[in-house]
């Protein structure tokens, strides 16, 4: 969304002209016709005013009020080709699409492709309440190597002779990994320890003690696609590295194993076949989904008849009992409230 802020300040626009048109007057013009040196004036005045405009403009901001203020609030699901970080997919967005802020809801290795969630503008505000569990994996992986980024394009550190599994063994070790238990979080990760990135430290060579993180996982399915090659099928919690529940589920067969692709085919219930490339966002070809559809369901949307309180960050008494609410005034999501003794519920956050 493009907006115009009411207090544009058109006396500083015409300050850069009048600062630009004398300069532009004094320096000497370089040898030609009437139409090169008229040329070459205005377009040095044009720089000078554009230079001074852009002054003003970075002055209005830092003083609160801008001369124009221009947004883009959208949420995007963006299809994130292999080969490129989560980081760089985001950036594109933003390069594409003129918008500053922007933020996604979980992060992707750069080998791996599939769904993610972009949110631009004032709907950066919302990555907190977004949905984040039910992650939709299908990977692919091989038996008999290991590597010490626990995929195929790790240093391999080891090689030997896979066996042969039959379907029911592979089934019986999917069950085993059904709901809740603890994953050690690879050292090639952006899990941090002491304020390092891990995969900083792996870089270096140097290898930390991790602590267990639990995880969710809710569907696990591997079955045999080629020579040594399988697929598996996960739904699992915010937070699981699929690489390494590979290599725990090798384990249990008294294998090693590498991950060889990996592609996330949804989140919740958005899918991958909703999502777009970058190239149709390049040409403007692209869904775009409410907010209302990324909110996780353990933060209820709450309609409220006036919204001057919230606007203001104070107390207000609702008739629920949840813990964190989102409020909302005419379908607009304003802000996050929670609890608190007393019976009111009170301000964590704007969210307009």
């Given at each position: 969304?493009?907006?115009?802020?009411?207090?544009?300040?058109?006396?500083?626009?015409?300050?850069?002209?009048?600062?630009?048109?004398?300069?532009?007057?004094?320096?000497?013009?370089?040898?030609?016709?009437?139409?090169?040196?008229?040329?070459?004036?205005?377009?040095?005045?044009?720089?000078?005013?554009?230079?001074?405009?852009?002054?003003?403009?970075?002055?209005?901001?830092?003083?609160?009020?801008?001369?124009?203020?221009?947004?883009?609030?959208?949420?995007?699901?963006?299809?994130?080709?292999?080969?490129?970080?989560?980081?760089?997919?985001?950036?594109?967005?933003?390069?594409?699409?003129?918008?500053?802020?922007?933020?996604?809801?979980?992060?992707?290795?750069?080998?791996?492709?599939?769904?993610?969630?972009?949110?631009?503008?004032?709907?950066?505000?919302?990555?907190?309440?977004?949905?984040?569990?039910?992650?939709?994996?299908?990977?692919?992986?091989?038996?008999?190597?290991?590597?010490?980024?626990?995929?195929?394009?790790?240093?391999?550190?080891?090689?030997?002779?896979?066996?042969?599994?039959?379907?029911?063994?592979?089934?019986?070790?999917?069950?085993?990994?059904?709901?809740?238990?603890?994953?050690?979080?690879?050292?090639?990760?952006?899990?941090?320890?002491?304020?390092?990135?891990?995969?900083?430290?792996?870089?270096?060579?140097?290898?930390?003690?991790?602590?267990?993180?639990?995880?969710?996982?809710?569907?696990?399915?591997?079955?045999?696609?080629?020579?040594?090659?399988?697929?598996?099928?996960?739904?699992?919690?915010?937070?699981?590295?699929?690489?390494?529940?590979?290599?725990?589920?090798?384990?249990?067969?008294?294998?090693?194993?590498?991950?060889?692709?990996?592609?996330?085919?949804?989140?919740?219930?958005?899918?991958?076949?909703?999502?777009?490339?970058?190239?149709?966002?390049?040409?403007?070809d692209y869904p775009e989904i409410s907010p209302e559809e990324i909110i996780d369901p353990r933060?209820?949307?709450?309609?409220?008849?006036?919204?001057?309180?919230?606007?203001?960050?104070?107390?207000?008494?609702?008739?629920?009992?949840?813990?964190?609410?989102?409020?909302?005034?005419?379908?607009?999501?304003?802000?996050?409230?929670?609890?608190?003794?007393?019976?009111?519920?009170?301000?964590?956050?704007?969210?307009?």
């Amino acid at each position: 969304m493009f907006s115009i802020s009411p207090r544009i300040r058109t006396a500083d626009l015409l300050r850069s002209a009048v600062v630009a048109f004398p300069v532009v007057l004094r320096l000497p013009t370089p040898q030609g016709t009437h139409l090169h040196r008229y040329l070459y004036r205005f377009s040095l005045f044009l720089n000078i005013f554009l230079f001074m405009s852009s002054h003003f403009f970075r002055f209005e901001r830092k003083s609160g009020y801008s001369i124009i203020d221009v947004t883009m609030n959208k949420i995007l699901l963006i299809h994130k080709p292999a080969g490129m970080t989560s980081f760089a997919a985001v950036s594109r967005c933003r390069r594409i699409l003129g918008e500053k802020k922007a933020g996604h809801t979980g992060t992707l290795d750069p080998n791996a492709s599939g769904l993610m969630i972009v949110l631009l503008g004032k709907y950066t505000k919302l990555l907190p309440y977004c949905i984040c569990d039910h992650k939709h994996y299908l990977a692919q992986f091989s038996f008999g190597i290991r590597s010490d980024t626990g995929d195929i394009w790790g240093n391999i550190l080891e090689r030997k002779s896979p066996g042969i599994h039959t379907e029911v063994e592979l089934k019986k070790i999917s069950a085993s990994f059904l709901g809740e238990s603890e994953q050690i979080p690879p050292m090639y990760s952006a899990v941090k320890v002491q304020g390092k990135k891990l995969y900083e430290l792996a870089r270096k060579g140097r290898e930390v003690e991790r602590k267990p993180r639990k995880i969710r996982v809710s569907s696990l399915d591997v079955y045999p696609i080629g020579n040594n090659l399988y697929a598996m099928d996960a739904v699992v919690s915010s937070g699981t590295y699929i690489r390494t529940l590979i290599e725990d589920y090798a384990a249990k067969l008294s294998e090693c194993a590498v991950m060889t692709s990996l592609v996330r085919t949804g989140i919740e219930h958005l899918t991958l076949s909703q999502a777009a490339d970058l190239e149709q966002l390049e040409r403007g070809d692209y869904p775009e989904i409410s907010p209302e559809e990324i909110i996780d369901p353990r933060f209820p949307l709450i309609e409220i008849t006036d919204p001057a309180p919230v606007y203001h960050g104070k107390p207000v008494s609702l008739e629920t009992d949840e813990d964190i609410v989102l409020l909302t005034y005419e379908g607009e999501i304003l802000a996050a409230y929670e609890y608190r003794t007393g019976g009111e519920y009170h301000c964590l956050r704007g969210l307009w």
